[in-house]
Each structure stands twice: as structure tokens, then as C-alpha cells.
């Protein structure tokens, strides 16, 4: 008899994991990274590396992060390198996987993207997955959580930040919102912040995102915030305290403002509720300080009650998991 394998995945701008029926789980960075030339190839003896290894390998390769702006772009690149890398999540996360073995997945993906994408995404799963499930991925957070009654979930991602109401039944496209100004618009904006006042220091995108990830807030208070930087090759040390603040103020504002706006366009009857029940996920979720910051801009709306989810990294492939072991057999795609 064959056996059945279920599978949450999430598919992030950035990263994406899997969590298995086997209780398995890992993620990888969403990039695929093509050979260059024929030298990189032969040095790399590979047609293609995925996630870490295409990073440490930056500059041999040709790198395609496919979901950059929370949709998979409409070429074939973009589709080949999200297949890939869900090949990579369902073969490491299901090693014990048969032949004939089935294998039915959740995947949560960036509101826009399940709306956009959905059927090229079913598509894609052709030859690994048996049967599919496209969610939009605060729906899967709120699955993790058992949050069906009224929330709000704020994922704070790489490429978007979504929001989405959720009411004890499948949202519908007015329950959700989604904003650019996420983790890469905030790596923009302190990489512009540095040069602007210290306009000859060195930068890379690792550079800046390890700086955010450390010492990034946007409480009242902080302690001084000095990081070393190369000009010109000499390091030396940069005091970053106050425009590191006022670059995450930039993130955390425009959410405060959409948070204020879905909980305003809901019933009025359950507004209170939806205000004292805001969960925000999402790697941008472990801003500093970034809960307060939106439970101080309801204050004005009657106050609010703002937490972060524990497991920032694998709630949403967690709760696809669970979607895809409950979800009764109309909701399934059948590849
Ligand atoms: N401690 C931290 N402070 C601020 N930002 C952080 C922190 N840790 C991670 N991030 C940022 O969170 C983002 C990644 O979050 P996440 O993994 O949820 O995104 P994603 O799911 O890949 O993207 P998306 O949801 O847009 O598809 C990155 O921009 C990362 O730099
Ligand atoms: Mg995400």
C-alpha cells in the first residue's frame, strides 16, 4: 500500500520551509543561482545551486529570487527556479518518500501571489506533489495559532507586509491588504540613510541586513547603535543610532496606518475584539520594539493589544501543515 505524506510549505520572498507529517522541517533562502560562464560551471560542476549555496557562491553565479515582489514573475525563469525549490523542500523535508508514495501539500504563499499565481503554482507542483493547496500565508499564521475567531495577522516579510482579517471563515479579498514597505524597502531604506550622511562607507546587502536584524528598533529609547564599516578598505567606526530609528519608524508607520484601516472598515460590532487581537508574524515581526509601536498608534483608535508569534520562522509552514492534514477533499487540487 502506498503511504501518504502531507506537507506545509511556506514560500517566502526571502526564505521558505517546509514542515512534514514525519516532523521534519527546514528552509532554504528562495533564489536559484545559475553558473555564470563555463568556468563557474565547470569550478561549481553543477547546472544550478539553490538558496545558501547560490549565495556563498554570489559572484559566479546568476542569481533569480522569483517571488520579489510577493507574485512569482510571469517567466519562465522565475517559474523554473520555484519549482526547483519546491523539488529541494518536499525531497530533504521527505527523505523516507517511495515512488509510489503520495505526497499532498499546503503551500502558503504571499497574499498577491495566491490570488495571481495560483494556477501556475498548482502547475508547478507537477511530478512531486500529489495533491495541492494554494493559501495566502497569514491565513496559514492564523491556522498555526488557532486564531479563528476575529484577528488580525500582520506578516511582515521580505517583499510585502500582509494583512489579513480573519472572521471563523475563509478571508475574502476585502479582509486583505498588502503593502510593499516590508524587510527589503527598509534594507533600501538604511542602506540610503548610511550614504546619506556617510557617503563614502562601503555597503552590500548582507551588510545591511545583518545591521537590521542586530540592532534594528523603533522604541523611545535605545542604547547607542556604532557598527564598523570599510571606507575605502579602512575600517573604522559609524555611530547609527538615530537614522537607524527613523528607517524603521518608515516600516513600522505605513503598517501602523493599514492596521488602523482594516480594523476601521470591519463590522463595528467586532472592531474591539479585532483590536485587541492583532498577531504580527514574519521575520519583521522580530523588530525591536515594533508591538508597542502599533499598539501606541491605536491608542487614539480606543487602544489595542498587539503580540508577536513565537516561531517566526516555521508558523506559517506549520500551520499549512495542519491546513493540509484537516482540510476536507473539496479544498484540494488534484494534479
Ligand atoms: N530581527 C529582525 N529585525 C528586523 N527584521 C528582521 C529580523 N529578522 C529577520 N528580519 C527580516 O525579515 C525578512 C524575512 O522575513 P520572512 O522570512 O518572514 O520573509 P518571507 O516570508 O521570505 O517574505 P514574504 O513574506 O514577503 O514572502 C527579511 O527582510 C529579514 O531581514
Ligand atoms: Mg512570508
Redesign the pocket.
Known amino acids: 500500500m502506498p503511504d501518504i505524506y502531507y506537507a506545509g510549505i511556506?514560500l517566502?520572498?526571502?526564505?521558505?520551509s517546509i514542515t512534514t507529517s514525519t516532523g521534519k522541517r527546514l528552509s532554504v533562502e528562495?533564489c536559484v543561482g545559475y553558473p555564470k560562464d563555463v568556468i563557474a560551471k565547470k569550478r561549481l560542476q553543477k547546472d544550478y545551486l539553490l538558496g545558501g549555496d547560490a549565495l556563498d557562491n554570489r559572484l559566479a553565479v546568476n542569481l533569480v529570487w522569483p517571488?520579489a515582489e510577493?507574485v512569482i514573475r510571469d517567466d519562465e525563469q522565475a517559474l523554473q527556479a520555484t519549482a526547483l525549490i519546491l523539488r529541494h523542500l518536499i525531497e530533504v523535508g521527505l527523505p523516507e518518500k517511495q515512488e509510489d508514495d503520495q505526497v499532498y501539500a499546503a503551500i502558503g504563499v504571499?497574499a498577491q501571489a495566491s490570488i495571481v499565481n495560483k494556477k501556475a503554482l498548482i502547475d508547478l507542483c507537477e511530478g512531486f506533489i500529489d495533491k495541492v493547496l494554494i493559501v495566502s500565508?497569514p491565513f496559514a499564521v492564523a491556522y498555526a495559532n488557532d486564531r479563528f475567531d476575529e484577528c488580525l495577522i500582520v506578516?511582515?516579510?521580505?517583499?510585502?507586509t500582509?494583512l489579513c482579517r480573519i472572521h471563523g471563515t475563509l478571508p475574502e479579498p476585502e479582509d486583505q491588504l498588502t503593502l510593499k514597505t516590508?524587510?527589503?524597502f527598509?534594507?533600501a531604506e538604511i542602506t540610503k540613510a548610511i550614504h546619506a550622511k556617510y557617503p563614502d562607507v562601503q555597503l552590500s546587502a548582507r551588510i545591511i541586513?545583518t545591521i537590521?536584524?542586530?540592532y534594528?528598533y523603533v522604541s523611545e529609547t535605545a542604547d547607542p547603535v556604532k557598527v564598523t564599516l570599510n571606507t575605502q578598505g579602512i575600517p573604522q567606526e559609524y555611530d547609527i543610532t538615530q537614522l537607524l530609528r527613523e528607517c524603521c519608524l518608515s516600516l513600522a508607520n505605513p503598517i501602523s496606518k493599514a492596521v488602523q484601516q482594516l480594523v476601521g472598515s470591519f463590522d463595528p460590532d467586532f472592531q474591539e475584539r479585532l483590536r485587541q487581537n492583532i498577531l504580527l508574524?514574519?521575520?519583521?515581526s522580530?523588530?525591536?520594539g515594533i508591538d508597542l509601536a502599533i499598539e501606541k498608534s491605536l491608542q487614539a483608535y480606543g487602544g489595542g493589544r498587539v503580540e508577536c508569534v513565537q516561531d517566526?520562522?516555521y508558523c506559517?509552514s506549520t500551520g499549512a501543515l495542519k491546513m493540509s492534514m484537516e482540510m476536507p477533499a473539496e479544498y484540494w487540487e488534484r494534479i
Request: no cysteine; aromatic share 0%; glycine share 26%.
Open positions: 511556506d517566502g520572498t526571502s526564505r521558505s528562495t517571488l510577493g504571499p500565508e506578516d511582515i516579510g521580505a517583499g510585502t500582509d516590508a524587510g527589503n527598509l534594507d541586513r537590521k536584524e542586530k534594528g508574524a514574519g521575520g519583521g522580530r523588530l525591536k517566526a520562522e506559517g
